[in-house]
C-alpha cells in the first residue's frame, strides 16, 4: 500500500496499484480540484496519468 499526495495540494491518498490510488483521490479532485478536471483537455488528462503514474511508482 503506497500512500502519495495530490498533485496539486498536500491531500493524500493511498492504494495498492496506481489505479486503486486514482480511485482514491478522484472524490477529492471532484470535490476540491473541481475547476481544473473541467478545463482539462483530453491530452492534459493523458499528460496528468503518465506523469502521476511515474509518481506513483517511484513513491
Ligand atoms: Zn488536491
Not at 489505479?19 to 480511485?23: G, H, S
Given at each position: 500500500m503506497k500512500t502519495l499526495k495530490c498533485d496539486l495540494c498536500e491531500v493524500t491518498a493511498e492504494g495498492e496499484t496506481f489505479?486503486?490510488?486514482?480511485?482514491n483521490l478522484m472524490p477529492h479532485y471532484i470535490e476540491t480540484h473541481a475547476d481544473v478536471m473541467k478545463t482539462s483537455t483530453p491530452e492534459d488528462q493523458q499528460k496528468w496519468m503518465t506523469e502521476n503514474k511515474a509518481r506513483f511508482e517511484n513513491a
Open positions: 489505479e486503486t490510488w486514482m480511485q
